[in-house]
T-cell receptor, first 113, second 112 residues
Framework: DSGVTQTPKHLITATGQRVTLRCSPRSGDLSVYWYQQSLDQGLQFLIQYYNGEERAKGNILERFSAQQFPDLHSELNLSSLELGDSALYFC????????????FGQGTRLTVV | DAKTTQPNSMESNEEEPVHLPCNHSTISGTDYIHWYRQLPSQGPEYVIHGLTSNVNNRMASLAIAEDRKSSTLILHRATLRDAAVYYCILRGTQGGSEKLVFGKGTKLTVNP
């Protein structure tokens, strides 16, 4: 158990809909990172938040947005969903220092039908 | 983001040592070298990291070249449970550069 909790574990929704994925970081970790992993694809970095503020942005679509709340949990919002958004979405947390490890959740599997 | 280069795949036999190479010729002086692995259907998990000196932990050893332009992850005795994709990542120390950017990694197959 990494200490990072992602909910829900599975999500099935229709095209055009909007979903919210939730991530609770490890206690004490100020940074949250979001990744997308499509079938047989690598892990694509989407976005990083540090103590409530956006810190780094990767290949995140405009239809996607994220935020980190005062209690440090984070949510990834995906809207106007397309079939191609079907993927595993991982959240990771760390103390945001390069000399430390990051911990990953077990992911949310999103299926868009 | 500084880039790393790894072989697409490697194969090993159970109980034998495995050396997974990584090239990072554009590494900056303050970048840490991190290794993560991803088992099938799981989230990535941390393996080891280092800056300049070789590092050992219960999972593996990390050998870092003197010029830091390459490193090698060493699994001393591969088991079937070590079959995974292994990622070598540079983690910077400046704001925003400590994010983990994954490449394609090396898919390790362990034969019984």
């Amino acid at each position: 158990d990494s200490g990072v909790t992602q909910t829900p574990k599975h999500l099935i929704t229709a095209t055009g809909q909007r979903v919210t994925l939730r991530c609770s970081p490890r206690s004490g970790d100020l940074s949250v990172y979001w990744y997308q992993q499509s079938l047989d694809q690598g892990l694509q970095f989407l976005i990083q938040y540090y103590n409530g503020e956006e810190r780094a942005k990767g290949n995140i679509l405009e239809r996607f947005s994220a935020q980190q709340f005062p209690d440090l949990h984070s949510e990834l919002n995906l809207s106007s969903l397309e079939l191609g958004d079907s993927a595993l979405y991982f959240c990771a947390s760390s103390v945001s220092i390069a000399d430390t490890e990051a911990f990953f959740g077990q992911g949310t599997r999103l299926t868009v039908v | 983001d500084a880039k790393t280069t790894q072989p697409n795949s490697m194969e090993s036999n159970e109980e034998e040592p495995v050396h997974l190479p990584c090239n990072h010729s554009t590494i900056s002086g303050t970048d840490y070298i991190h290794w993560y692995r991803q088992l099938p259907s799981q989230g990535p998990e941390y393996v080891i990291h280092g800056l300049t000196s070789n590092v050992n932990n219960r999972m593996a050893s990390l050998a870092i070249a003197e010029d830091r332009k390459s490193s090698t992850l060493i699994l001393h005795r591969a088991t079937l449970r070590d079959a995974a994709v292994y990622y070598c990542i540079l983690r910077g120390t400046q704001g925003g550069s400590e994010k983990l950017v994954f490449g394609k990694g090396t898919k390790l197959t362990v034969n019984p």
